[in-house]
């Protein structure tokens, strides 16, 4: 039982993880409805940028606050050059010009800064809590849980910053109905750009979550792919769907390599979660808290 | 007629505005006036560009030809968002409200050209852009209590009833303080009591806040009773102007409404 606990709070610390991505997928998905392919790569080039800054001699905190500048740059070029000339066009040409600008950012992002694996140290080892391993003996990584911490303080933010202010309830506004919207005097330009930069400070965090216990590599990008089944579980407009399907996606994963892995003989965890989306797409395909879309045929 | 309002000049001037989708034609050559502080409706058989019309008034479509004068400003091409900007609110005949969103926060989002604080202080949710919140939130409270929703305050709109969201609809515009308000067909599918709800609400605001109405109606017993002038049309051209009983007389209103005989 002990052993089981041990898996589940590891897999939903990953989990946490994984909710971070999709986070960043839900928040433009739900006030432009994109599906921003590009969010991978925002992670990396986020994570990439802050390293570099920092082996230019930088220190920490002000390597954050450039990255995010850069981020914050990255989301008026995208808004004007991609965006904006796009504009009532249809959802697939939307996502097919995602996954250009993936691949620019990508470019981008090796052509300034290598193509070198680096390494990022938050300071924070990735070791277990001797505190619990003492008392109950349990294999809980500190790493995971500052990492949990973060990702919840953010959420915390975004959830005031959505529902409390008036730039949050325009971003809703937009999300929910373009005309009435621009009605009421919101401009959308204005929301999409604020939008990417809230998209790309989510991928810096993300960044450098996933940098510091990975190391910062291209491998970050493929991110996005493990974002899919989040956000398939979730609901693709669902901010708390991020959340909940982050945790399911890293629960079961792990539950599932330790439990049925040996029947099968193993490695399923890079896997299962996609199998698990199959599963919800025939049973519930808006997800857990989607939208449930009716259309009038 | 209430003796507190007193119509002035002409606040909106629609000159010889055309326009056309492709080879459909939707308005013709339209021209009339809105004076301040009126209540000026637009009436028409099904496709006779009523809806079209509005949304040239308030920047949704731009028209091939004529001109949109407001304020005394000549103005070539408008977007919703600065015809917003200029004092102009609107709803619509299907309801555009944002619907996963509660009242409140629906009312709010009307004022949100009001509100100045940047986003940086609202996403550090700092002082000026917390009290600035709650100075605006009043605002919108006065206007939840003229329409009486006060009770369906934190509910999601989309679970409201119809009648109820078109209340809520009439009061996001509201709450933009608006000069000129637009009102797409606002009794339409509604049953008698919410038609007298609704009558009485557009009196007042017209009354009480002395705001200037441009209504789309269906309803001629309606149109009738709450507006000063109607203007009539019919394929897209102007047919008729004037009180509601010089247009009530008019032949080419009858024969429009009721077909000619032959």
């Known amino acids: 039982m002990q052993f089981f606990f041990e898996v589940l709070i590891g897999g939903l610390l990953a989990g946490v993880m994984y909710s971070l991505v999709a986070l960043g997928f839900v928040l433009i998905f739900k006030a432009s409805g994109v599906f921003n392919f590009a969010q991978g790569a925002m992670v990396f080039f986020a994570a990439l940028t802050t390293v570099g800054f920092t082996s230019m001699g930088a220190p920490f905190w002000l390597a954050v606050a450039l990255a995010l500048g850069v981020m914050a740059a990255l989301a008026f070029l995208t808004e004007r050059v991609v965006l904006r000339p796009l504009v009532n066009q249809p959802q697939i040409t939307l996502f097919m010009a995602t996954i250009g600008l993936a691949f620019v950012i990508e470019g981008v992002a090796q052509l300034t800064w290598g193509a070198n694996v680096r390494a990022l140290d938050l300071g924070v080892a990735d070791e277990p809590i001797e505190w619990l391993m003492d008392r109950t003996g349990m294999n809980v990584s500190k790493f995971d849980l500052v990492a949990s911490g973060i990702a919840a303080g953010l959420v915390a933010v975004l959830a005031v910053f959505f529902n409390k202010t008036r730039t949050g309830r325009a971003l809703r506004a937009v999300a929910d109905d373009h005309q009435a919207a621009l009605a009421v005097g919101i401009s959308l330009q204005r929301i999409w750009v604020i939008v990417w930069i809230t998209a790309g400070f989510v991928a810096l965090v993300t960044g450098l979550l996933w940098g510091a216990r990975n190391g910062v590599q291209f491998a970050l990008t493929f991110l996005a792919l493990k974002a899919l089944p989040v956000l398939i579980l979730g609901g693709l407009d669902s901010i708390a769907g991020a959340i909940v399907g982050g945790l399911i996606v890293g629960a079961s994963e792990k539950l599932a390599e330790v439990y049925l892995g040996p029947y099968v003989g193993g490695g399923i965890e890079s896997w299962f979660p996609y199998l698990l989306a199959l599963g919800f797409l025939l049973v519930r395909p808006e997800g857990l808290f989607g939208e449930r879309r009716i259309d009038r045929v | ?262």
């Open chain 2, 1 to 262: 007629m209430s003796e507190g309002r007193r119509i002035g000049g002409p606040l909106l001037e629609v000159e010889d505005v055309s326009l056309a989708f492709g080879g459909v034609v939707a308005l013709q050559g339209v021209s009339f006036d809105v004076r301040e502080h009126e209540v000026r409706a637009i009436i028409g058989p099904n496709g006779a560009g009523k809806s079209s019309m509005l949304n040239v008034i308030n920047g949704v479509y731009h028209p091939q030809r004529g001109t949109v004068v407001f304020k005394g400003r000549r103005r070539r091409r408008v977007d919703p968002h600065e015809a917003a900007k200029q004092g102009i609110a609107r709803t619509f005949q299907n309801i555009a409200l944002f619907r996963g969103m509660s009242v409140l926060d629906n009312l709010m989002t009307g004022r949100n050209l009001k509100m100045k604080r940047n986003v940086l202080e609202q996403a550090l949710y700092l002082g000026p852009a917390r009290r600035e919140e709650l100075e605006h939130r009043e605002k919108v409270e006065a206007v939840i209590d003229f329409l009486e929703i006060q009770h369906v305050r934190r509910t999601p709109v989309g679970r409201l009833p119809y009648g109820m969201q078109k209340r809520v609809e009439l009061g996001r515009a509201l709450a933009a303080e608006p000069e000129l308000l637009l009102l797409d067909e606002p009794m339409a599918g509604m049953n008698v009591e919410e038609k007298q709800d609704m009558s009485r609400f557009i009196l007042d605001v017209n009354d009480q806040m002395g705001t200037t109405i441009v209504l789309i109606e269906h309803d001629m017993s309606v149109v009738m009773d709450l507006s000063d002038r109607v203007v009539v049309l019919d394929y897209g051209r102007k047919i008729a102007d004037g009180t509601p009983d010089e247009v009530r007389r008019d032949r080419r209103v009858i024969d429009a409404y009721l077909g000619v005989a032959h």
